[in-house]
């Protein structure tokens, strides 16, 4: 191994107090979600118990939390696949520079910058004006959608800019159709960035405050529900909540890297003499 | 000699935008045979090498194989297959699945596709490795599975796009040997494209040079080589100098010019202007009184019997008769 | 069929999305920008009554300003803790799975709702959080520190929290596309270790700052609740004008602010555009 | 269509809109009642442009103002109400008692009637048709921290005094807290109001440039805008005196830390909220809507509304569900003769504590003026933002 | 001959976790000399150049230059200068600021910066695209500007990594004469990774063959070419047949084994495997009955008066002296 360069423990330090940054609500969070039953949302700990995460499980006073999370939960699976279908498909149609691309492409941009408040405006007004019901199906899915399907092209972006075209050109050559080609050769390849479009989809729309506010309907999403939660007397409840949110995403982020692991062993498999002459 | 089985290229065109890549060609290459494509970079191989795959749409002018044209056929439908520069194997299929897909994508079942597959690989002797990944294989070995998966489509051409770039010398030399003797066990006609002018006379039955887009001679290795058509032929396939004589370009075989030692006559007197030991023999380039530079090509015995410094003046000899005159 | 039908064919799902809830959306603000507004109800009109207020109002200078002012704040600490991390990842991590690993741990914070995280900085930062109280017990202070909360600190603070993330992945993204090979080519001509960042990783890692930036300056210039919850509601800025229109119903006035806010980030993003090809640098 | 496949949509803030109610429906009529808890301006929102997200809107009188034109809302037919006549004065003639004043602002009586089941317009006497039928009101005041002030505090005035710099909040709600400030002003003897509830332009400019000098002199430690936020900021003690809601103190002091709920000398800022139809209710489902609101009103509810310091629209039949130690706590001001829990079964008040403010005519009878949306509510919002702004 | 301001390597080793790259080797490179470092795939070139450099650390031993160990220096420090593998030009500033670049670095001004880049730009001709982009430059042209980068440091040692492997075999041929013409003129050592051995014997006074990590044979390329030390270094300089001869392993030029015509004595007699044109001379393959294969070079001429197809049988005979013992 070479030896470490003074940076780079300099800059191990700056990553670490970074992460400790990042975490550091995160470690709040996990913390006072262990209240005793007469703790508040601050300092000091009155007590240490599980308390709050069983009351998660009980009726709130205020709100559903499940039927919410449920709902946010459907929604951003729904999310999660037009997602992946839509950037995918645009992300092979964007190789063919077809007329009017260079608009569309920009388009996406602008969906991506415009500040999400005014899409969830812009949308509550088109479904008021249109007399369309306003559902967190219909319109809060597609103003959701206005933020993930950019993410998702911007990744097929680079994906595709590293593709390398002869792999498409040896399945044609092959004598597989454009479908078998896309199935069998192409998707595949880019499974793991795909997940990942997947995973940043399903968490975007999980987490879309904004964009959700206008546009969901008669029932809350789960952080509208949070949010409403503010409304009344808030417990630690919510804490517990983000305390499982938090681990449900490691646990997530845990199956994606066993996908692309097993994978990857999967690709290894057999050992190895690469590099080896013949 | 026309065959029913010949692949011809008729007015082959391609135009990207302005740019013409290809221009105009025709020619027939005979079936059976190991073509190779030379030139230098730039001038259009790959491009008509793809168009014959059905990898790029032809711009004007067809195609022909066997009596039909498949200029607008899918490149599976055509009767060619093609073996791609660093090979392009799938890296997420294991190399019997690499060597089977063509199959799987026709709906053949399993073990018929199993079976076949592995009778290829055998004949490629890759039949050990069945279940490797690509990424498991040093580059010889992804060469021959990519050549397994190429002849499973049974085609009539075979096309191959400097299949061998990707390889250190010691290796390339090897698996040169080895194609060669897959396409005579085979029969099948081979179109290799190349920019090594050594590789193209040591594999091929056919040489086309291409420069700026159209083919600029064709012929067996010894025609193309020994009796180069133009300057630029000469030039390319190198071992040639290119001098004027009594006012006309001529080449001749670098072999061919002695150094005149002593009272021997001279046919021009050159200076020296450098000396590269190639093992067997020497390379002593010289300047003669034109400005023309001249090498002759020395065995190494009789150099370093004589060893010559650059600077010195001497004296060049050659017999008349091995002057080959060129095409303006 | 053609290259260019095929490719509407499997575009269009994307341009239907975006047509319908995007453009049409956006249209529709801007039509409504011209419309007037009783208490009540929103009546279709022509008029430049909402956009003469808001040119006119000190208000929305003050609170462009106090966009402009957290967006570049919040641009400048992403962007040098964005750029180091990434930094860091890329050039100092050697293998890719470490690499892949360290910038996961960075995600998955950003996976717990922002409100909540938003609530849990008070009891961090406030009179009595956890940070003053141990300043205090450390003795590095002897007052809690009063603007550690509910000021502007707080808010860009929250920001960076939030944000960072969207500058770290597109510099990583490009720096792992640097051929290690320039960095060894600059240190073989006598380059320290700044030089090296500066004249040749720093210039190639533009494309990513830029696509950075974008994001980061785009989040912080539409954020409305940030602001609110860190602030204590004592500043605002755009999001919160356009917020607190739509709160009391008026719509024409916030579909105005609305449309000058549009103008101006596409605007900014539309200069940033013209200096790097997004397509390209993915 | 059966009863019990009904279900009906609410609509509100978490201030009510609690999911022990939807429980009781549940069991007391057999039909569903799906509660949604949002923030006020979602609420307005939804109350005002989405009319087919909800079937019932609890909001309050103030939001109904703005909420009513649009047309969004149906009126309800006096008759079909069962107890209307016991509903306070309050919401009816506007009158606590009889010989009470009303006080400014947008009195709920103000905006509790229509002429006619379409009209847009409010009556400015009872009449038939009802815009909201009142569920939950309540006097505000601010709210202080006893330990961390140390003396007596009688006067909206104090929320400026220079001794609380930095340690001061009120609610970042225009409507509600441009009455705050006002009663502050008036407070402080620096403005007298026409009707503070219907501010003049050069009125809101005063009041404004007040509070926007003390904001600029680090008066306020943070502004609130939610229930939680007003709890926190106290429970913390990030802030000492701020306007507050009765509950919200109640939430601080059931923590363990001292608050009071402080009666001022110059009276209470009140609001009211009650429950509206959405227009496009119809057949049996409108039906157990006024199935719903007679329930509403037939005590269980204001009990239980009581008992977390809110006051229910009719007290008498909420007098049954409640014993008596409650409802002399609650409502007589009376002391406690034994610990007084919160529907959730918290200790509220230990026996012998009295309820801040005193009894219900103590507290309602002292209520100068209402949550309010005034004539010049546009300006006033205008200059709202340049007040957050500055 | 040991001069001060030579370049040695004493048992320099660089080991990766359990590999070992470069395996204790120990070399005296002698000043103004052109070296070619030559060796199969993963022999350990660059990890050697690599540690001169001071790209990589080194495990064990040291580099000494002008009788300083340097080995632990930073890189611009040492004295050296690399030219890298497909040129490592900084693709965000021009060609004149690649070259600038190290000054800019030391801080020297503007004005004798860029008089000094134009200097060496015009050594290498490249004067004229000062300020293009790298991008829009041709390979051979980006070569000459990674070279004028390198060399405007002034170094004593200039280190070449595979610098012609990018270009095609046209090109390369070209581009390696002017990198002697540069080493000749500047008097600076190169020490040139390669592993064409065409590419070496042409170009370098000092051969340094490797394998398996250590240095196998080094010497003039008329002592490496004509006396190999070893059974490897004759069959990767290629030219040379490998046979069993009175039990002894010897390397014997393939140029120096004749075909037997009619009744001249054989010395063995083979069977023919394979003929490879090579333009002026033909490779004929034959496997003895020994089961070697012997390669005989005959001139075109002579081979195609009397042509020889696979599958035949014939005599091959040769000098006793041309026989070159192998070390075991
Ligand atoms: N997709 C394309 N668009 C535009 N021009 C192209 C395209 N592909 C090739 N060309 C141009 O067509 C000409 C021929 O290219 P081609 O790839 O056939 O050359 P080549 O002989 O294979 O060269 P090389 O030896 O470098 O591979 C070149 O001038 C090239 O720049
Ligand atoms: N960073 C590294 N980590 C581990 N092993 C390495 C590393 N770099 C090189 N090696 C190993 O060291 C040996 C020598 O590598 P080196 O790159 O010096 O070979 P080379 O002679 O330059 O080969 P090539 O001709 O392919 O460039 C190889 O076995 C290689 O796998
Ligand atoms: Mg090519
Ligand atoms: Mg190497």
Redesign the interface.
């Known amino acids: 191994m070479e030896p470490r360069s003074k940076s780079f423990w300099w800059l191990t330090a700056f990553f670490a107090l970074f992460v400790l940054f990042l975490y550091g609500p995160t470690v709040t969070i996990g913390i006072l979600s262990f209240q005793g039953p007469d703790g508040g949302l601050t300092f000091p700990m009155r007590g240490v118990s599980t308390h709050w995460f069983h009351a998660l499980f009980a009726q709130q006073a205020v709100g559903d939390i499940w039927g919410a999370w449920r709902r946010s939960f459907v929604l951003g699976l729904m999310v999660m696949a037009v997602t992946v279908v839509v950037s995918v498909m645009a992300g092979l149609a964007f190789r063919k520079h077809f007329v009017g691309s260079g608009v569309l492409f920009y388009l996406a941009i602008a969906s991506l910058v415009i500040p999400s408040i005014l899409v969830s405006l812009g949308v509550g007004l088109i479904f008021n004006e249109g007399g369309l019901p306003i559902h967190w199906a219909t319109s809060a899915f597609g103003a959701q959608l206005t933020w993930t399907l950019p993410f998702g092209l911007l990744v097929m972006f680079a994906v595709f800019n590293r593709f390398d075209k002869r792999y498409e050109e040896a399945a044609r050559d092959q004598g597989a159709s454009a479908w078998q080609t896309v199935r069998h050769v192409i998707l595949p390849i880019i499974a793991p960035p795909v997940i990942g479009v997947a995973l940043f989809g399903f968490s975007l729309s999980y987490d879309e405050f904004a964009r959700t506010l206008l546009t969901s309907g008669s029932y809350n999403t789960l952080p509208l529900e949070i949010f409403g939660m503010t409304t009344n007397v808030t417990n630690p409840v919510i804490y517990a909540l983000g305390t499982l949110t938090t681990l449900f995403s490691f646990a997530i982020i845990a199956v994606f890297l066993g996908v692309v692991w097993a994978l990857g062993l999967r690709r290894r498999r057999g050992g190895s003499d690469a590099g080896k002459s013949v | 000699m026309r065959t029913p089985n010949d692949l011809e290229l008729v007015h082959l065109t391609k135009r990207y935008g302005t740019t013409v890549a290809v221009n105009d060609i025709n020619h027939v290459f005979a079936p059976s045979t190991y073509v190779c494509l030379l030139g230098p970079s730039g001038c259009g191989k790959s491009t008509t090498l793809r168009m014959i795959a059905g990898h790029e749409t032809v711009s004007e002018g067809g195609i022909i194989l066997n009596g039909t044209d498949i200029s607008r056929l899918p490149p599976a439908a055509r009767g060619t297959a093609m073996m791609f520069q660093s090979y392009a194997l799938f890296p997420h299929l294991t190399v019997r699945d690499n060597v089977s897909f063509s199959l799987k994508m026709k709906g053949v079942d399993k073990a018929t596709r199993a079976e076949k597959a592995m009778k290829l690989l055998d004949l490629v002797a890759m039949a050990h490795l069945a279940e490797r990944m690509p990424a498991q294989l040093s580059g010889g070995q992804q060469q021959r599975v990519a050549l397994a998966r190429a002849l499973i489509t049974e085609p009539r051409v075979l096309l191959l796009d400097e299949p061998l770039s990707a390889l250190d010398p010691f290796l390339r030399i090897r698996m040169r040997a080895e194609l060669k003797k897959l396409q005579r066990e085979t029969g099948i006609t081979f179109i290799h494209v190349t920019h090594g002018q050594d590789e193209a006379l040591a594999l091929a039955d056919e040489v086309v040079v291409m420069n700026n887009s159209v083919i600029e001679q064709a012929g067996t290795p010894r025609e193309v080589w020994g009796s180069p058509r133009t300057e630029f032929v000469a030039r390319f396939m190198g071992g040639h100098n290119v001098v004027t004589f009594g006012g006309q370009r001529v080449a001749l075989r670098q072999d061919a010019v002695r150094i005149a030692a002593g009272g021997q006559p001279a046919t021009v007197t050159a200076s020296v202007t450098g000396i590269e030991y190639q093992g067997d023999r020497v390379a002593v380039t010289s300047r003669t009184e034109l400005g023309e530079e001249v090498v002759a090509l020395v065995p190494d015995a009789a150099f370093f019997a004589q060893p010559i410094n650059p600077g010195e003046t001497l004296g060049l000899a050659w017999d008349e008769g091995r002057v080959h005159r060129l095409e303006a | 069929m053609s290259?260019?039908?095929?490719?509407?064919?499997?575009?269009s799902?994307?341009?239907l999305?975006?047509g319908?809830?995007?453009?049409?959306?956006?249209g529709?603000?801007f039509v409504?920008s011209f419309w007037q507004a009783?208490?009540?109800?929103i009546e279709p009109a022509f008029s430049w009554e909402n956009y003469e207020?808001l040119l006119t109002?000190?208000?929305t200078w003050?609170?462009f300003l106090?966009t402009f002012k957290y967006a570049f704040l919040t641009w400048v600490f992403t962007l040098l803790?964005g750029f180091?991390?990434a930094?860091?990842?890329a050039f100092?991590i050697r293998s890719a799975a470490s690499q892949?690993?360290?910038f996961?741990?960075?995600?998955?914070?950003?996976?717990?709702?922002?409100?909540?995280?938003?609530?849990?900085?008070?009891?961090?930062l406030?009179?009595?959080?956890?940070a003053n109280?141990a300043l205090i017990s450390l003795g590095v202070i002897d007052q809690p520190l009063?603007w550690l909360?509910?000021s502007d600190f707080a808010v860009v603070l929250a920001f960076v929290?939030i944000n960072?993330l969207f500058m770290i992945t597109p510099i990583f993204?490009t720096m792992t596309r640097i051929?290690h090979?320039?960095i060894?080519?600059?240190?073989?001509?006598?380059?320290?270790?700044w030089?090296i960042l500066w004249?040749?990783i720093v210039?190639?890692s533009?494309p990513g700052i830029m696509i950075g930036s974008?994001?980061v300056v785009?989040l912080v210039?539409?954020?409305?609740?940030t602001v609110?919850f860190m602030?204590?509601?004592?500043?605002?800025n755009v999001?919160?004008?356009?917020?607190?229109?739509?709160?009391?119903?008026?719509?024409p006035s916030?579909?105005a602010t609305?449309v000058v806010?549009?103008i101006t980030?596409?605007m900014m993003?539309g200069i940033v555009?013209r200096f790097v090809n997004?397509?390209?640098e993915? | 269509q059966e009863i019990k496949n009904i279900k009906l949509r609410q609509v509100g803030t978490g201030v009510s809109n609690l999911n022990e109610v939807g429980q009781k429906v549940k069991e007391d009529l057999g039909f569903s009642l799906d509660m949604t808890a949002l923030d006020s301006d979602a609420v307005t929102q939804r109350a005002a442009t989405q009319p087919d997200s909800y079937d019932i809107a609890d909001i309050e009188y103030w939001i109904c103002k703005k909420v009513w034109p649009t047309g969004n809302l149906q009126a309800m037919d006096v008759s079909k109400i069962k107890n209307y006549d016991k509903i306070v004065g309050i919401f009816r003639d506007g009158k606590l008692t009889p010989d009470s004043k009303i006080a400014q602002g947008t009195a709920p009586n103000t905006v509790g009637f229509v002429e006619g089941p379409g009209s847009k317009k409010f009556a400015p006497e009872q009449t038939q048709w009802m815009t909201l039928v009142p569920t939950i009101y309540n006097a505000d005041t601010l709210g202080i921290r006893p330990d961390l002030i140390g003396r007596p505090i009688d006067s909206w005035a104090e929320l400026l005094n220079p001794e609380f710099k930095g340690k001061a909040s009120i609610l970042d709600i225009s409507s509600i807290g441009i009455m705050d400030m006002a009663m502050v002003c008036e407070a402080m003897g620096k403005i007298k109001y026409g009707d503070k509830g219907n501010m003049t332009r050069a009125e809101i400019d005063q009041t404004i440039a007040i509070f926007t000098e003390a904001k600029k002199a680090g008066q306020f430690r943070a502004f609130w805008k939610s229930f939680d936020e007003s709890v926190n900021l106290m429970a913390s003690g990030e802030v000492v005196i701020q306007s507050m809601w009765s509950p919200a103190v109640t939430a601080v002091k059931s923590r363990g830390i001292p608050c009071v709920f402080q009666p001022l000398k110059e009276g209470y800022r009140a609001w009211g909220g009650g429950l509206g139809l959405s227009k496009s209710l119809k057949g049996m489902e409108l039906d157990a809507a006024y199935e719903y609101i007679n329930w509403y009103l037939s005590g269980w509810v204001g009990a239980f509304l009581m008992r977390q310091g809110y006051y229910s629209a009719v007290p008498e039949t909420s007098k049954q569900f409640m014993d008596a130690n409650e409802w002399g706590y609650w409502f007589e001001g009376k002391a406690a003769t034994a610990d007084i829990a919160n529907p959730f079964g918290k200790v509220m008040a230990k026996a012998g504590e009295l309820r801040d403010g005193g009894s219900f005519y103590e507290r309602m009878g002292h209520v100068a003026c209402w949550n309010s949306v005034m004539d010049e509510n546009q300006y006033m919002v205008r200059k709202w933002n340049e007040f957050i702004a500055a």
């Open positions: 290259e260019s039908a095929k490719g509407w064919l499997l575009a799902p994307l341009a999305v975006l319908a809830f995007l453009v049409l959306p956006i529709m603000i409504v009783t208490e009540f109800s207020f109002s000190p208000v003050k609170v106090a803790i180091t991390v930094y860091y990842l100092h892949t690993a360290l996961l741990l960075c995600t998955i914070p950003f996976l717990t709702s922002n409100i909540i995280r938003m609530i849990s900085w008070i009891p961090f406030g009179r009595n959080g956890i109280q009063e909360l509910y929290h960072t993204n051929d090979r320039l060894e080519a600059a240190r073989d001509q006598g380059a320290s270790g030089q004249s040749v210039p190639l533009k974008i994001f785009t210039m539409g954020d409305f609740i609110r602030s204590g509601s004592q500043s605002a999001g919160r004008l356009i917020s607190n229109d739509i709160g009391l119903l008026q719509y916030a579909s609305s806010l549009l980030v596409l993003i555009l997004i397509r390209k993915l």
